[in-house]
């Protein structure tokens, strides 16, 4: 055997020998973890997947942006709307903040509140889970939740009485954004 040959027979064996190993390694390693599932509901999780699913709905982006309903932010340039569930009192509320942009009422952030809300132009709602999720099914409305106490609701109402529709869209987020409904955050 010349030493090319050689040499040759020897790389092919290395090669062999550390495909071999390296299929060994890949059956040994560790499994990756199993998803997760759901965030928890209005955990900061949540609440950007809530503004992801608001800026696919046409109702609260073009209507609440033709009716005016964007506008009344006192000049700041944003609504802030705080949710969180009447039953979880330890859970921090969470926001979504919605700006006018290209002729949208566009949620451009989901989360941990980072505003103090201003009642004469933002909304702070809350309610126990088994209401929202009732509202997230489109088993009843605003109108009807907030009548019954089912929804406190702190904001311009007379505001939110002209929007309506979008509100209901609003709270149909619940139903649309999968979550965890039986625990509270940490």
Same mark, same amino acid.
């Given at each position: 055997?010349?030493?090319?040959?050689?040499?040759?027979?020897?790389?092919?064996?290395?090669?062999?020998?550390?495909? &071999?190993?390296?299929? &060994?390694?890949?059956?040994?390693?560790?499994?990756?973890?199993?998803?997760?599932?759901?965030? &928890?509901?209005?955990?900061?999780?949540?609440?950007?997947?809530?503004?992801?699913?608001?800026?696919?709905?046409?109702?609260?982006?073009?209507?609440?942006? @033709?009716?005016?309903?964007?506008?009344?932010?006192?000049?700041?340039?944003? @609504?802030?709307?705080?949710?969180?569930?009447?039953?979880?009192?330890?859970?921090?509320?969470?926001?979504?903040?919605?700006?006018?942009?290209?002729?949208?009422?566009?949620?451009?952030?989901?989360?941990?509140?980072?505003?103090?809300?201003?009642?004469? &132009?933002?909304?702070?709602?809350?309610?126990?889970?088994?209401?929202?999720?009732?509202?997230?099914?489109?088993?009843?409305?605003?109108?009807?939740?907030?009548?019954?106490?089912?929804?406190?609701?702190?904001?311009?109402?007379?505001?939110?009485?002209?929007?309506?529709?979008?509100?209901?869209?609003?709270?149909?987020?619940?139903?649309?954004?999968?979550?965890?409904?039986?625990?509270?955050? @940490?």
């Amino acid at each position: 055997m010349t030493r090319k040959r050689a040499a040759m027979a020897g790389l092919a064996a290395g090669l062999a020998l550390s495909f &071999v190993a390296g299929q &060994v390694e890949a059956q040994q390693a560790p499994a990756a973890p199993a998803p997760a599932g759901p965030p &928890v509901l209005m955990s900061a999780e949540w609440a950007a997947q809530a503004c992801e699913a608001w800026n696919k709905d046409k109702v609260l982006t073009e209507d609440l942006e @033709k009716g005016g309903w964007i506008k009344n932010d006192k000049g700041r340039g944003y @609504k802030a709307l705080h949710i969180y569930r009447t039953n979880c009192p330890n859970d921090p509320r969470v926001e979504l903040k919605i700006q006018s942009k290209d002729k949208k009422a566009i949620c451009t952030a989901g989360g941990a509140t980072t505003v103090t809300p201003d009642t004469s &132009v933002d909304y702070i709602m809350h309610a126990e889970t088994y209401r929202w999720e009732q509202m997230g099914k489109g088993e009843y409305g605003p109108m009807r939740a907030m009548m019954f106490g089912r929804l406190k609701f702190d904001g311009p109402k007379w505001e939110a009485m002209n929007n309506m529709g979008p509100f209901e869209n609003f709270l149909k987020l619940v139903g649309k954004v999968p979550s965890d409904m039986k625990k509270c955050n @940490k």
